[in-house]
């Protein structure tokens, strides 16, 4: 009987299979033999090579630090978004009230409006004589200092960007601590700090983590935000990928980046899965 | 050529797609692509060629389906079309030294019938007459395309910083004056900060250079992104420079500078050095050449769209279609030129135009272009 459930519900689900595998495997496993041909080339699947591989690793290559500020960014622009959300979400689950959904429509209305242009919006407001130079000049505490064109200006462009997509499972993580259990650790005779440790932060643990996992893997691959307010001040990964495909029209090497950027944020994705219980997250307990 | 091309290989997952999802039934549906082709037309261009002022008076005359779509980069463009894309493209908008050293060699573009096409440029600017260099074959015979918009494109200066006088005498050597570090912007074409590069280093960028050049180019290169305030789009540093944050950038000429002076800066401007090191001449130019791609396929609207963009109302439509405003050769012909108004010319500096392109060589190929992009990215991680 379970071998007929399973090869029903494999035939069912075979057009669905067909399909990402044509749609979602087949331009990956192009991008990976991509960066097996031969460099500066467009002889895939025809030709292989590790020398897009070793270029990356060359010693005199500086690629590296592309990696870093990538993987740098993103990780100060985690923990920086796990602190600034907690505070949101637990104010969307307990103090807000009948504002909470007000509160969560003003978070998730910026996400309707183009990345790139809610950036360029930033520019105006931190540019000379832009909003707060103008306003702090006519105040007569100007000039405001400043920020534009750093890697500062870059990672304060990244928190605002993915403040949605670490706020939102945080809240849902946050949904899912029963009332019941903080009450009886109260009761129980549990300081604030050691309820919020031992019972709110363990059962919140799946989305805080999902969170973190989505706004980090998001944040690797972020690039507008280095090259319109951080005025490429800093060069990220996929800004070099982006030169390889482009200017420097080396696939072969845009390939080999975007391949070894694949894995290390596989690799993270898989570390953090693995200490997780999906069906927690997800309600069934 | 013995090797399948990107293309091929999509074709053939296609066509596997295709018989998986027939069931392994017939293939006809693949014939539809051999179908003719004369209601539609495919045109890879700078923007400008892809706004709907030009392309949608083109659909209503043929009744075609007119697809555009614009890359600012001409690498990328050339590649889509050596990665096999040549089945899809009907038309190639590049600039110059593209077509004649590039594409016709390696088969990627067709030449034009010159008994329709010649006398079109009777009608240009007098740099533009026939036999155009740019336009033609290597060996002179072919005409591979049909130049239209161009100009110099070196770099901009807000003239309320830094007069034109003084930005045009001191050339590239602004960018050499350490009192203007952090006061400058680099625009990101990073194949033109190719040639700049060079010439902020006193080399010429076109012919081949000897390693002790490449490595003045490579210092020259960290020096100059180190000074750069910002690094960053055309938009991004036209406001920087309105609002103060930056005097100068480079790589920029009339079609960088062009929307800012059309939003009511004209102290912005686009500025060609007076001297500089190729056989005196310190400013590059380009010419954009429109060429009929080698689809096995071609769309007899190609040639027609080619005609199309040289009547004066038309030439007159490209010159300021959406995003940039550029000089267009068929300015030559009276027709074209009345139609410009006194504030169009101001804007694409009509003025110093002629002048400014006798101070300048045109856009070439630089030899050692892979290892120099290697360096200019080298020094943008140094910043």
């Not at chain 1, 009886?184 to 983590?209: F, H, Q, S, T």
Request: include cysteine; glycine fraction near 8%; proline fraction near 5%.
């Amino acid at each position: 009987m379970a071998r007929l459930q399973v090869s029903s519900g494999l035939r069912y689900a075979s057009p669905v299979l067909i399909f990402l595998l044509l749609g979602f495997l087949a331009p990956l496993v192009t991008v990976v033999a991509y960066s097996f041909a031969s460099p500066k080339s467009f002889e895939v699947f025809t030709s292989f090579t590790l020398a897009n591989f070793s270029a990356v690793f060359d010693t005199t290559n500086s690629v590296w630090t592309s990696f870093v500020w990538s993987l740098g960014l993103a990780a100060v622009c985690t923990v920086l978004l796990a602190i600034i959300a907690y505070p949101i979400a637990y104010g969307l689950n307990h103090a807000f009230g009948r504002y909470a959904s007000l509160v969560s429509v003003l978070f998730v209305f910026p996400l309707f409006v183009s990345e790139n242009v809610r950036l360029y919006g930033w520019v105006q407001f931190f540019i000379k004589n832009g909003v707060v130079d103008g306003v702090l000049n006519s105040l007569g505490w100007g000039p405001a200092p400043e920020v534009l064109y750093s890697p500062g200006i870059t990672l304060f462009g990244m928190v605002y960007t993915y403040l949605p997509f670490m706020l939102f499972p945080m809240t849902l993580g946050l949904s899912m601590v029963p009332q019941d259990l903080v009450d009886a650790a109260a009761d129980l005779g549990g300081g604030r700090l050691m309820v919020w440790r031992e019972i709110e932060l363990p059962l919140a643990m799946p989305g805080i983590l999902i969170g973190m996992l989505l706004t980090s893997v998001l944040a690797v691959g972020a690039v507008a935000e280095a090259k319109i307010l951080g005025g490429q001040s800093v060069i990220t990964v996929v800004h070099d990928i982006e030169i390889a495909f482009t200017y420097a029209q080396d696939w072969p090497l845009g390939a080999a980046l975007a391949v070894l950027l694949v894995l290390i944020i596989g690799g993270l994705t898989l570390a953090v899965l693995s200490r997780l219980d999906l069906d927690r997250v997800l309600g069934r307990r | 050529m013995n090797h399948v091309s990107r293309r091929n290989l999509l074709k053939m997952m296609g066509v596997g797609a295709g018989a998986m999802a027939l069931g392994g039934g017939s293939l006809l549906a693949s014939s539809s692509a051999f179908a003719a082709r004369n209601k539609e037309l495919n045109i890879l261009c700078w923007e400008g060629y892809n706004s709907a002022q030009v392309l949608d008076p083109f659909r209503s005359m043929t009744g075609a389906t007119v697809k555009a779509e614009s890359l600012t980069n001409d690498p990328t463009m050339i590649n889509r079309l050596r990665g096999g894309e040549t089945s899809v493209w009907d038309l190639i908008n590049v600039n110059n030294p593209w077509a004649r050293k590039v594409m016709a060699p390696a088969g990627l573009i067709k030449p034009l019938p010159r008994a329709e096409f010649d006398h079109y440029f009777d009608a240009m600017l007098p740099d533009f007459k026939a036999p155009y260099k740019w336009a033609m074959s290597e060996d002179g015979k072919d005409l591979l395309g049909m130049a239209q918009r161009f100009g110099p494109f070196n770099y901009v200066v807000n003239t309320k910083k830094i007069s034109r006088a003084t930005a045009e005498d001191t050339g590239w050597d602004l960018f050499n004056d350490p009192a203007l570090a952090g006061k400058y912007g680099i625009q990101e074409s990073d194949d033109w900060n190719v040639f700049d590069i060079f010439l902020i280093a006193g080399i010429n960028p076109f012919v081949v250079h000897t390693p002790a050049e490449m490595e003045k180019f490579q210092q020259t290169a960290i020096k100059v992104f180190k000074g750069a305030k910002m690094v960053s789009d055309v938009a991004s540093l036209n406001q920087a420079m309105v609002a103060g944050e930056i005097d100068l950038y480079l790589t920029g000429g009339t079609y960088t500078v062009s929307p800012a002076r059309a939003d009511g800066y004209p102290e912005m401007r686009g500025i060609t050095p007076l001297r500089g090191p190729v056989d005196g001449k310190g400013g590059v130019s380009w010419i954009e050449i429109t060429s009929v791609v080698n689809n096995p396929a071609i769309s007899p609207l190609a040639t027609d769209f080619l005609k199309y963009v040289q009547k004066p109302d038309v030439a007159h439509t490209v010159a300021f279609a959406e995003g940039t405003f550029n000089p267009v050769t068929q300015m030559g012909n009276p027709e074209c030129f009345k139609l410009f108004t006194k504030e169009e010319l101001d804007i694409i500096q009509w003025d110093s135009l002629a002048e400014e392109m006798s101070r300048c060589v045109e856009y070439d190929i630089v030899p050692e272009y892979a290892a120099a992009l290697d360096m200019i990215t080298a020094a943008k991680r140094m910043r």
